[in-house]
């Protein structure tokens, strides 16, 4: 049984009068411990799959199937529980909270586990820092920190739950060239030690070339490079 399955998924807006396919009918299946990129124009449904793939969206029809558990079908509370455990996100854009350190930001996430943060978080949300080069930034408020700092702290955030998917919406859009190579050696460390199933849409073909398999999504259909 594949890792990830997606059974004729479909997502379907309605603006005004107009209908709008942003992925359409679309089944694909993902192994554990997949290094997938998927490039494509603005517009052409990358980041609606992303969504629909963290259950933060409902495809219009067809199934989303994550280790055997059909996520389409999940209540509300199930649906945050597995997101929680499950899946980290890195968004297009950092989205930190304002009010909360550097440290506390990473943690967010676990903020939602019935145990509540445990020392072993802390102790792990200052080794993401050191993993991104932020040790020194623990106590610092996001205001303090250049855009790509904040976009690392984001990287740390999106690991700090341990999860088997992480999905990568242009991770890397706001490094420069020597960091971000030093980004993706993380996420290529994460993918074959900690056997980490990465999902990452991008614009830069140097990037999606390092995937072990490459798509392109255009006007919501997916096709394998």
């Not at 304002?98 to 792990?124: A, C, I, S, W, Y």
């Not at 993401?128 to 855009?147: I, T, Y």
């Amino acid at each position: 049984m594949p890792f990830i399955k997606l059974e004729s998924v479909t997502k379907t807006y309605f603006i005004e009068e107009q209908k709008i396919d942003a992925v359409k009918n679309l089944s694909l299946d993902i192994k554990r411990g997949e290094f997938i990129s998927i490039v494509g124009h603005s517009g052409s449904g990358k980041t609606t799959l992303l969504s629909m793939l963290g259950g933060i969206a409902n495809p219009t029809s067809g199934a989303i199937i994550h280790n055997g558990v059909n996520i389409c079908s999940l209540t509300d509370e199930s649906l945050s529980e597995h997101r929680c455990q499950k899946i980290g996100f890195m968004f297009q854009f950092s989205s930190l909270l304002q009010m909360l350190t550097v440290k506390e930001n990473v943690l967010v996430p676990l903020l939602f586990k019935t145990e509540g943060v445990t020392t072993d978080d802390l102790d792990r949300a200052v080794d993401l820092l050191k993993k991104v080069g932020l040790e020194d930034k623990l106590k610092a408020f996001p205001s303090q920190l250049s855009g790509g700092q904040q976009r690392r702290v984001a990287i740390a955030r999106s690991f700090i739950n341990d999860p088997e998917l992480i999905l990568a919406d242009e991770p890397t859009g706001d490094l420069d060239e020597e960091t971000e190579a030093e980004m993706m050696g993380l996420f290529d460390s994460m993918n074959k030690e900690r056997n980490m199933t990465f999902v990452m849409v991008t614009h830069n073909s140097d990037l999606a070339n390092r995937a072990s398999r490459r798509f392109r999504m255009t006007n919501g259909i997916i096709k394998e490079l």
